[in-house]
């Protein structure tokens, strides 16, 4: 079971920092990421790390802003979100057993954890 926390309401150029805990099992030995979703749109790729984690992608329209990460021994990923802006609001997902950027190759997700970005 992955539970993400760590959303909420904050101003444009604010940062958060999501965590992802994993239960259950251990998720050390696969590549994970983080996707978003807003209302009527496609749930879309945001981040993702290696099971080691020494690589990680990232969506263009958060590269330089967002960095993935994780720590293995506490079975926990993360990610922080500075100069946060509007148009990051959605609500975010972790998921584990991925590759990459694409969705379908994820098999756990969390339940997600709404980010709101006000202006």
């Known amino acids: 079971q992955l539970v993400e926390s760590g959303g909420g309401l904050v101003q444009a150029g604010d940062s958060l920092r999501l965590s992802c805990a994993a239960s259950g099992g251990t998720v050390r030995n696969y590549g994970m990421g983080w996707f978003r979703q807003t209302s009527g749109k496609d749930r879309e790729f945001v981040a993702h790390?290696?099971?080691?984690?020494?690589?990680?992608y990232y969506a263009d329209s958060v590269k330089g802003r967002f960095t993935i990460s994780r720590d293995n021994a506490k079975n926990t990923l993360y990610l922080q979100m500075n100069s946060l802006k509007p148009e990051d609001t959605a609500v975010y997902y972790c998921?584990?057993?991925?590759?990459?950027?694409?969705?379908?190759?994820?098999?756990?997700w969390g339940q997600g954890t709404q980010v709101t970005v006000s202006s």
């Open positions: 998921a584990a057993g991925g590759r990459g950027i694409k969705i379908h190759e994820y098999v756990y």
């Open positions: 790390i290696t099971w080691s984690g020494d690589t990680t």
